[in-house]
């Protein structure tokens, strides 16, 4: 019993075809996915540079109610209204120290997204990379062993079909 030669036309086009399309899957994929990461790591640097905006204008807030103080405790015995003026101003730098810290939390776990997110990058490049070149090298060897294995040896008897049709 022998075993038929398997077409192998199909198989060298299938190799080639694939190779093509894990060329653009690996690809087009990747990009798409690290211009969505750029973006949101884009809206982490904003949210961050707010935060410190915050923590700037608390501190200018800290600063005046500091002089405030100084100079109410020069006249703390004629004037009780600022006395008051400062205790309110004080209460309420109280509660904004409150949302700057929960603020400050948040920066930090953004913090740590986008370091996961720029490592997330590098391995999508990375695996982006290493199938493109799969990609290009099943592409190409599919070609060139469907050119030398099928459509050389086709050309040649076309060729020696043309030689003895013309004698």
Known sequence: MTIPNLPTD???????LSGLALMIVFVLYPIKRWSE?????????GDTVMIFRKAWLIN???????????????E??????????????????????YDFKISAAEVQAKLLLLDEQDRQKDIMLNISIAGGLVGIALAIIGFILWYVRVQKPIDQ???SFKVSAAR
């Open 10 to 16: 199909n198989l060298y086009k299938f190799i080639a």
């Open 37 to 45: 990461a750029n973006i949101e790591m884009a809206k982490i640097r």
């Open 60 to 74: 200018n807030e800290r600063t005046e109610l500091s002089k405030m103080e100084t100079k109410l405790n020069d």
């Open 76 to 97: 703390l015995k004629t004037n009780r209204l600022l006395l008051e003026e400062v205790l309110k101003a004080k209460n309420s730098l109280k509660e904004k120290d």
């Open 157 to 159: 008897q076309l060729k």
